[in-house]
């Protein structure tokens, strides 16, 4: 009933290759968190905007990036952006892609971190004579980022594991691209994707205890 | 010199300023006292713009604090307010507290901030608390540290919001004795306070404040010791007894 013999052995010699695509994966999600945090950011910002043109952007961000498949918006900015002119190559339209993601479940994530700071935190700021923008990035931001820390680490780690998706743009250099390379190659499915999912395993770890060593030196009040 | 010309001021269909004039002068401490709800705290947001108003004017140093084009951002530097929350700002330390608006709002370096916060930490009795977030000081230190932020800023006015209403009475003296010292330095201030016993020892003048305008004014003696309107007299009965 089972006749598939396990051949470790060449596989663990792919693993100087695996790790240099998981480098290449951990670029892209740390990359794709850090626009999508400012982009998060500014979307959260103009969630409360009495201007409806503002507001019309993070209503319509948050809600396309949130309610339909991460796949689709990588496949958007890979060819659908290709049909447009625009050119990316499948490294960025995944970063475009997973980004967009990232910046519409963050900016949701975000709002609710900017209600939990009080208003009047902002009136002390003002009062003081800091201007809005000062009283924002000195004041309110820092304290939205205690609050939103850990909702905002999972989205990392959720990050990190959508980079597999690249492999359907044609990305061959990322952990899940240089896997899919080996396995076609050799047909070893089972031991090669293994490998790699203990490797994203780690990188999401190594990530989850980063942020956490980040938070005790950041928020120590 | 901060001059309230009928000053009026809504909140939606509720009238919460209805005329209010007064005139402070330099030096002066003037205390405000009245029911809650009677539009006091709203006014003190008022004098450095934080509310807008609808109708009446509010000169500070001849400056119209509602006009167009006020920068109302230079013009807080010199009124200094302390709110009845002291709104510490929890993710820095107490000393980043008071040197964070002399670096960033009036562009000290970080030593003549640091010197200034020190001077006045240690003028409020919190020369031990530098380097301690405000979560570990009791309301009473924090609503001190708030007054030396404030002071930071060498403000010309001081507005003080009830600043003893959120604190345990034991932690009332301690904040009231800071503002004691204010007075007596010469500091020009308005206090809205619930502690008449306080209002009629610092201030100048006290005015009684009734249904969003100042129903009666003057000095200490004259409106605590032989107050002229029924309504004042109810009032201090209902307080003072």
Redesign the interface.
Known sequence: MFNYTFHWRPALNALPQMLQGALVTLQIAVLSMVIGIAVGVVLSVFSSSRNKLLYGIYATWVEVARNTPALFQIYMAYFGLGQLGIRLDSFLALLVGITFNNAGYLAETFRGGLRAVPQTQTRAARSLGFNAYEAFTLIVLPQMFRAVFHPMTNQMVWAILMTSLGVVVGLNSDLTGVTQDLNVRTFRTFEYFAIAAVLYYLIAKVVTLGARLIAWRLFRY | MIEIENVEKSFGALKVLDGVSLTVNKGEVVSIIGGSGSGKSTLLMCI?G?EPIQGGRILVDGTEVHARGTDL??L??K???V?Q?W?A???LTVLENVT??PR???KKSREEADAIARRQLEHVGLGDKFGS???KLSGGQQQRM?IA??LA?APEYMLFDEVTSALDPQLVGEVLDTMRLLAREGMTMILVTHEMGFAREVSDRVAFFKSGKIHEIGSPEQLFGNPQLPDTRAFLNSVLK
């Open positions: 450095n934080l951002n230079r807080r530097r009124i200094g307010i709110f929350q709104n700002f929890p993710h964070l608006a960033k709002v009036l977030f405000p979560g708030a932020r404030a800023m």
